[in-house]
């Protein structure tokens, strides 16, 4: 899942990094509301964290702009601005949701995991595709009741994979959901990243579930009940 941080305060902006990153979100920041909405009209997200007090534009216009525009993207306000009437102006303005700093971080995270599962049609915090199952709160997986060891961007991979189950997934999709603005997507990286998911999900499995479409791209195919 890919993230725009809107933050202008450069320490509070590295700490949320950090911490999604952490939780295998790939984040892309913004300092200030113009480069903001820029991004935001350019690139394709799935959650929006905005302050409201930023340079060259504020975070509310910036809002304002996006839902006028039909840019359905949900997005957390994650200000300063405490009093009621502020909450309810962002919210009528169009965010779907608000939280005041001081914040507790994992507070923050279940507000970010909340919205992306509603925006995703409530899918469940339990992904499974046959016996592979993902919990996406613990990040935990396991593959006929053995656990499997991923690394962050293995899982990020699979997490996306089993939200689009038994569709074509292009490396298009992968560079913009998975990776942050930076990554090159013409490099070989997507291809050895999900060489390696599939050894790690598949390898001594009889029904194998991650498979390459050649000329493409890929697809995790859920298999039939029996």
Not at 113 to 134: K, N, Q, Y
Not at 136 to 157: C, P, S
Request: proline content about 3%; some cysteine; glycine content about 6%.
């Amino acid at each position: 899942m890919r993230i725009l941080l809107v933050e202008d305060d450069a320490r509070v902006a590295n700490f949320i990094r950090r911490g999604l990153r952490e939780e295998q979100y790939a984040v892309d920041m913004a300092a200030d509301g113009e480069k903001a909405l820029t991004e935001a009209q350019t690139r394709d997200y799935d959650l929006i964290i905005l302050d409201l007090m930023l340079p060259k534009k504020e975070g509310m216009e910036v809002l304002r702009t996006l839902r006028a525009g039909e840019n359905g993207t949900p997005v957390l306000i994650l200000t300063a601005k405490d009093k009621p009437k502020d909450k309810v102006e962002g919210l009528d303005a169009g965010a779907d949701d608000y939280l005041t700093k001081p914040f507790g971080f994992e507070e923050l995270l279940a507000r970010v995991r909340a919205l992306l599962r509603r925006r995703g049609d409530m899918t469940p915090t339990i992904l499974s595709a046959g016996d592979l199952e993902v919990d996406t709160v613990k990040h935990r997986v396991r593959r006929g009741g053995k656990d499997v060891d991923l690394t962050n961007r293995e899982y990020a991979l699979l997490e996306f994979f089993l939200r689009h189950p038994n569709q074509v997934v292009t490396r298009t999709l992968l560079s913009e959901h998975v990776w942050e603005s930076s990554f090159d997507s013409f490099s070989n990286v997507i291809d050895v990243h999900i060489a390696r998911l599939r050894q790690k999900i598949d390898e001594g499995a009889s029904c194998k579930l991650l498979h390459t479409l050649r000329g493409k791209g890929y697809m995790l195919q859920i298999p039939e009940k029996e």
